[in-house]
């Protein structure tokens, strides 16, 4: 079982370059989320979609955005990467239980 | 906003001792709590759970005990294994029912 798949895992940006971080999930979870976790902060929330075609913002949103176009699909982007967004990235899915994260991505800004 | 936290960031223990590893929480309409390990370079994989309506919950090797009165979590291991060496976080759910908050972990390290 794949259950949550982050793509890519790695990926250093220059300031101001954008890009997407892409979830994807296989056990037909209607919740997924988007964390980031730094060191001695624990996991933040910055969006995340309680259904198809929802989104709603956590408690870090600013400088992301986000999509659901399909169940499985939660993608994450970045408009204008900044330094302050060196982290690492957690998706996770759930229903009606615990959340099932995916292994990460680790995103570095220079 | 809701406070998880631990009272304890680290843990040493040796192999084959038992472990506890504590957690409290701030609101106590939290009705859902769960315990996740994380390993270096991973993300946080799902332990065991526990409902508000119940004091506590058995797995393999691992109990969830919850105390209402005192807003407090705690999660033991038994027979520590090297293999256990990880962060552990406590997470709980209340409000609508979509939102979890985390604590920061506790880092477990087990002595062979």
Redesign the interface.
Same mark, same amino acid.
């Given at each position: 079982n794949a259950g $949550?798949t982050q793509t890519p895992k790695f990926r250093v940006l220059k300031t101001g370059q954008s890009m997407t971080l892409l979830c994807a999930q296989d056990m037909n979870h209607e &919740?997924m989320?988007w964390y980031r976790q730094d060191p *001695?902060? =624990?996991?933040r929330?910055i969006h &995340?979609s $309680?259904g198809e075609g929802t989104t709603a913002k =956590?408690?870090v949103p600013d400088g992301y955005n986000v999509s659901r176009l399909k169940k499985q699909n939660f993608l994450l982007g970045l408009e204008s990467a900044a330094p302050s967004q060196t982290s690492v990235y !957690?998706c996770?899915s759930?229903y009606l =239980?615990?959340?099932? !994260? =995916?292994? *990460?991505t680790r995103l570095s800004i220079l | 906003g809701e406070s998880v936290g631990l009272h304890l960031p680290t843990l040493s223990v040796q192999e084959g001792d038992n472990s506890i590893i504590n957690c409290a929480y701030s609101n106590s309409a939290s009705d859902y709590f769960i315990w996740y390990k994380q390993e270096s370079g991973k993300g946080p994989q799902f332990i065991i759970d526990i409902r508000s309506n119940m004091d506590k919950r058995q797995g393999q090797r691992v109990t969830v005990l919850l105390n209402k009165t005192v807003k407090h979590l705690s999660l033991q291991i038994a027979a520590t294994q090297p293999g256990d060496s990880a962060v552990y976080f406590c997470a709980e759910i209340s409000g609508t029912g979509n939102q979890f908050y985390f604590g920061t972990g506790t880092s477990l390290t087990v002595i062979p």
């Open positions: $949550v &919740y989320y *001695g902060m =624990g996991l929330l &995340y $309680v =956590g408690e !957690f996770a759930s =239980g615990p959340q099932h !994260f =995916g292994d *990460g | -």
